[in-house]
């Protein structure tokens, strides 16, 4: 996903999306186009302060970012840092883990 991570520096200043994990990028792989276009736009948006997240916790800075009507993506944003990719994820997986 060297896209994703080509537009990671913005004019060539800070980073705004850290290197992403392995389980990230294989998971990227297994989404059709559209999918994977939909997540490099919205991190790269929310890493440009243009989208919201739904946050998921108080006490870390984990937010759920809506790529696609089947894809979530699961990020983190420190204050002052890039944002990391953490995990991409389909609705019904998200489901199971709530009920558990």
């Known amino acids: 996903m060297e896209l994703l991570q080509d537009q990671s520096r913005s004019n060539g200043h800070e980073r705004l999306v850290a290197d992403l994990p392995l389980r990230v990028i294989v998971a990227l792989e297994h989404l059709k186009g559209d999918e994977q276009q939909g997540v490099r736009d919205v991190v790269q948006s929310f890493a440009r302060h243009e989208t919201d997240g739904k946050p998921l916790s108080v006490s870390e800075p984990l937010y759920i970012l809506h790529a696609a009507p089947e894809v979530r993506v699961i990020v983190r944003r420190e204050q002052g ?5 953490v995990d991409i994820v389909r609705p019904a997986t998200l489901r199971t883990f709530a009920n558990v």
Request: charged residues 20%; aromatic residues 0%.
């Open 81 to 85: 840092g890039p944002v990391e990719v």
